[in-house]
């Protein structure tokens, strides 16, 4: 697909994306040499409005968006980019332009922690303490949390419940991991399921 870049006087909005966390980062525009630019070299450049000028992000903070995927809308006029950011992505320091209260997508970002602790084991972790007891028991502590949280829900507070809930959505990433397997494999079950 082509973008059509004459729509909007020669700009197309960009929505960057973290690949990993699928958190929405920032909003920005690219004009054709920028996108050629951000094609070429796989990171991200916009044309900035109030330079009019192009401008790579980090050019200044060593912050760069590294393209991982980019996409093309439907009506081939905006963009998105999913990108392995070096840092903050926005220029207060927040990992993205949009405040938000708390990253919605921790989750995915928790079980890129816990793929980090199985590529590179940290002593001390609990990640490799369990998993140093095996397959066995992770697939236990997956059931103990479960019956926890099952208690949880019938006779103790919500926080008690928050926190047994957390604790098994932890112990099943590990598992899911320790047998090769995704929370993106487990979502696109979902998905199918409810089509």
């Not at 989750?107 to 922690?113: G, P, V």
């Not at 809930?165 to 979502?187: P, Q």
Request: proline share 2%.
């Amino acid at each position: 697909m082509e973008i059509d870049f004459s729509k909007t006087d020669g700009l197309v909005p960009v929505v960057i994306q973290d690949e990993k966390t699928l958190e929405v980062l920032m909003l920005g525009y690219m004009n054709q040499e920028a996108y050629e630019k951000t094609e070429k070299e796989k990171i991200v450049t916009f044309f900035s409005r109030s330079k009019q000028r192009l401008w790579t992000k980090g050019e200044t903070s060593n912050n760069f968006l590294h393209v991982k995927s980019m996409a093309i809308d439907c009506d081939n006029d905006t963009i998105l980019i999913k990108v392995k950011p070096d840092g903050p992505t926005c220029h207060t320091g927040s990992r993205s332009c949009f405040n938000t209260e708390y990253n919605q997508n921790f989750i995915m970002e928790l079980e890129q922690i816990v793929n980090d602790r199985f590529e590179n084991p940290v002593e001390g972790s609990y990640v490799n303490k369990l998993r140093s007891k095996g397959l066995n028991k992770i697939a236990q502590k997956v059931g103990e949390e479960g019956v926890e949280t099952v208690i949880a829900a019938l006779a103790e507070t919500e926080t008690d419940l928050i926190n047994e809930a957390s604790d098994l959505v932890f112990h099943l990433i590990v598992l899911l991991r320790e047998k090769g397997l995704s929370l993106e494999t487990i979502a696109k079950n979902l998905e199918s399921r409810h089509k």
